[in-house]
């Protein structure tokens, strides 16, 4: 915790002694808030001391809230510092455990920034914030690592699935672009607008089994348009010096040596994972003592651990005791 432009809080529940440590992070538009009752859950059922952070500038509360944070929102190598200096105080100042196995496990803008993350503790060779096994939800890294020996790249995807992945991210970063340049008002305008005449066209990425949870969310429009500052430095990544790394960083690690497990809602209207890679990941699995998994959750869609908790709390507690 503390009150400066990059900091933000952790929520811990579970024992400092325990065999396992486990940092959540979740994406867009979610705080701490979403993954908290499962990692109360897993912290009781597994031996586990749980920590869950949000993407820097996504915390907000009322001693700090949404508004102290930068107007321009947070570029996509701050956001990889702050998770990893997030892993961190996890590791040193809450576990007392040195042995303790660390798993990481991500969902959404939070499996891009924890891919960043933990590639980069990898290639450092840095134990402390380094995963012994990665937990993905909904989102997957678009290829293998680099140093794989059959290194899988992006298969091409179909006319109307790319037409319908970059268009709803259009919409959001222009949404930020409005809030950030122009007008909160007029972005909120643009904002509810858009999902609106959207749905109408079949150009959705959520299923009708996310609507309860969108509305939750919507409580406070300017904050979540705010929180679309991903999408509006996604582009600009796209076309900047960021492109590298949005690009060549965004993979897998060596599963020889940390596992992945990775969990889909089924009834989501667009999947945000490259088939190629999670027919990779799942071949990999059938090695022997290799502990990948790729699990699809029947009746769940982008939050599925909120949706079908028991079947998801189940398969991340099975993958982290194997």
């Given at each position: 915790d503390g009150?400066?432009?990059?900091?933000?809080?952790?929520?811990?529940?579970?024992?400092?002694?325990?065999?396992?440590?486990?940092?959540?992070?979740?994406?867009?538009?979610?705080?701490?808030?979403?993954?908290?009752?499962?990692?109360?859950?897993?912290?009781?059922?597994?031996?586990?001391l749980c920590g869950v952070a949000c993407l820097i500038g996504y915390d907000d509360y009322s001693e700090r809230p949404y508004t102290s944070y930068k107007q321009q929102g947070y570029t996509f190598d701050e956001m990889t510092l702050s998770l990893r200096a997030a892993a961190k105080a996890l590791k040193e100042d809450c576990s007392t455990n040195p042995t303790a196995q660390f798993v990481t496990i991500f969902h959404d803008w939070g499996s891009c920034i924890g891919a960043w993350y933990t590639?980069?503790?990898?290639?450092?060779?840095?134990?402390?914030?380094?995963?012994?096994?990665?937990?993905?939800?909904?989102?997957?890294?678009?290829?293998?690592?680099?140093?794989?020996?059959?290194?899988?790249?992006?298969?091409?995807?179909?006319m109307r699935h790319t037409i319908l992945e970059v268009t709803y991210r259009i919409v959001l970063a222009k949404a930020f672009l409005i809030y950030r340049f122009l007008s909160?008002?007029?972005?909120?305008?643009?904002?509810?607008?858009?999902?609106?005449?959207?749905?109408?066209?079949?150009?959705?990425?959520?299923?009708?089994?996310?609507?309860?949870?969108?509305?939750?969310?919507?409580?406070?429009l300017f904050r979540i348009i705010y929180m679309a500052f991903p999408?509006?430095?996604?582009?600009?990544?796209?076309?900047?010096?960021?492109?590298?790394?949005?690009?060549?960083?965004?993979?897998?690690?060596?599963?020889?040596?940390?596992?992945?497990?990775y969990l889909y809602g089924k009834d989501k209207a667009l999947q945000f994972h490259d088939e190629a890679v999670v027919k990779y990941l799942e071949e990999q699995g059938k090695k022997k003592?290799?502990?990948?998994?790729?699990?699809?959750?029947?009746?769940?869609?982008?939050?599925?651990?909120?949706?079908?908790?028991?079947?998801?709390?189940?398969?991340?507690?099975?993958?982290?005791?194997?």
């Open positions: 009150n400066d432009e990059t900091s933000g809080r952790l929520f811990v529940w579970g024992n400092a002694t325990a065999a396992n440590v486990i940092l959540f992070c979740a994406g867009y538009p979610d705080d701490q808030g979403s993954f908290s009752a499962f990692a109360q859950e897993l912290s009781k059922e597994a031996d586990c590639n980069r503790a990898f290639e450092e060779k840095d134990a402390l914030v380094s995963p012994d096994k990665i937990v993905y939800f909904d989102v997957l890294p678009i290829r293998s690592h680099p140093k794989d020996v059959n290194v899988i790249m992006p298969s091409k995807k179909a909160k008002y007029l972005a909120a305008f643009y904002f509810v607008a858009m999902f609106a005449i959207l749905p109408l066209v079949g150009v959705v990425p959520k299923s009708p089994l996310d609507d309860k949870i969108v509305q939750e969310k919507m409580a406070c999408y509006y430095n996604m582009f600009r990544a796209l076309v900047g010096l960021d492109r590298d790394m949005f690009l060549e960083e965004f993979h897998l690690p060596l599963l020889d040596e940390t596992p992945v497990l003592d290799n502990k990948c998994r790729v699990i699809p959750v029947s009746n769940a869609a982008h939050w599925l651990y909120l949706q079908q908790p028991e079947i998801c709390l189940k398969a991340v507690k099975d993958f982290i005791l194997d």
